[in-house]
């Protein structure tokens, strides 16, 4: 059994452990960690979210409403939260049944196949590339698996994820729920 660990720039780290007379490249099981995707944060979002709910909370002051005043209190303080938030470094274990994330198992079997994404960051900046994983069920929301971005890392994960499902160009899913997981993305809720 040999066993290949390999960092990249980002500090982002990849195992690949392989058996005697398998092929190393896309031999399971493969561990890796990756750090989420999180959007660039921007000055104008925070102004804009600082100014709808101000106004908003002067509406409710102004109706003598304070439990909606409560409620917009606490939920502009909880999206600065989540979105302030340090991204996480997420460590991935692919094997040909179940793919855990960090203490998450997910079962392989729930998902009829995955689809690469690139996220666009804006001009003047790299698209972050990550994989969806496309669920069975028609209404369950499609799972994210970070990449360490490292291309020969990435590569070995699709590869070693193509053993155990079908890739899946996935166009249509991509405009069915494009706005809402961009939404979710910004809101770190996926």
Same mark, same amino acid.
């Given at each position: 059994?040999? $066993?290949?660990? &390999?960092? =990249?720039? =980002?500090?982002?780290? +990849?195992?690949?452990?392989?058996? $005697?007379?398998s092929d190393?490249?896309t031999a399971?099981?493969? %561990?890796?960690?990756?750090?989420?995707?999180?959007? &660039?944060?921007r000055?104008?979002?925070?102004?804009?979210?600082?100014?709808?709910a %101000?106004?908003?909370a002067?509406?409710? @002051?102004?109706?003598? #409403?304070?439990f909606?005043?409560?409620?917009?209190?606490?939920?502009?303080? %909880? @999206?600065?939260?989540?979105y302030? +938030?340090?991204?996480?470094?997420? &460590?991935?274990?692919?094997?040909?049944?179940?793919?855990?994330?960090?203490?998450?198992?997910?079962?392989? $079997?729930?998902?009829?196949?995955?689809t690469? #994404? #690139?996220?666009n960051?804006?001009?003047r900046?790299?698209?972050?590339?990550? @994989? +969806?994983l496309?669920?069975?069920?028609?209404? $369950?929301?499609?799972r994210?698996?970070?990449?360490?971005?490292?291309?020969?890392l990435?590569?070995?994960?699709?590869?070693?994820?193509?053993?155990?499902?079908?890739?899946?160009?996935?166009?249509?899913?991509?405009?069915r729920?494009g706005?809402i997981d961009?939404?979710?993305?910004?809101?770190r809720? =996926?």
């Amino acid at each position: 059994m040999t $066993k290949t660990t &390999r960092t =990249n720039a =980002n500090g982002t780290r +990849a195992t690949r452990t392989a058996t $005697k007379g398998s092929d190393a490249r896309t031999a399971l099981p493969l %561990t890796w960690t990756a750090t989420e995707y999180v959007p &660039r944060k921007r000055w104008c979002w925070y102004v804009g979210l600082g100014l709808v709910a %101000t106004g908003l909370a002067i509406f409710a @002051i102004a109706i003598q #409403e304070w439990f909606v005043l409560a409620v917009i209190i606490a939920a502009t303080a %909880t @999206i600065f939260v989540t979105y302030l +938030a340090k991204p996480k470094a997420w &460590r991935y274990k692919l094997t040909a049944t179940v793919l855990q994330v960090g203490e998450q198992v997910w079962q392989l $079997k729930d998902y009829r196949a995955f689809t690469v #994404e #690139e996220l666009n960051q804006g001009k003047r900046r790299e698209p972050y590339t990550l @994989i +969806a994983l496309l669920p069975k069920a028609r209404f $369950k929301p499609a799972r994210d698996i970070y990449l360490p971005g490292d291309q020969v890392l990435d590569l070995e994960i699709v590869e070693a994820l193509r053993q155990v499902l079908r890739y899946e160009e996935a166009r249509s899913y991509r405009r069915r729920v494009g706005i809402i997981d961009r939404v979710a993305r910004l809101l770190r809720l =996926n």
